[in-house]
């Protein structure tokens, strides 16, 4: 097996920032590693990620400790980081 067959292309969507990030990940990285690289991409700045929540499909990511393989991400999935908490609106 080559090493690019080894790593893993996402597409990560931060809510933030209105932006996307595109991230090469090692098939070890979690979706936890995937959060916090793309929030520190995204926004530029450093994020506490607890206050962020992962989606895939629609689905929340209730185990962060698992790889996007094993949640069935293959190349070019979307991934969605937003806020765990609702914000209010003024």
Known sequence: MTAAAEVRTVR?????????VVLTLPPEATVADLKREALARALGRPAVAEDYVVKLRGALV????????ALGAGANVPFIVLPARRRPVR
């Open 62 to 69: 209730l185990d962060e400790s698992r790889t996007p393989a």
């Open 12 to 20: 990560v969507t931060v809510t933030d920032a209105w932006d996307q």
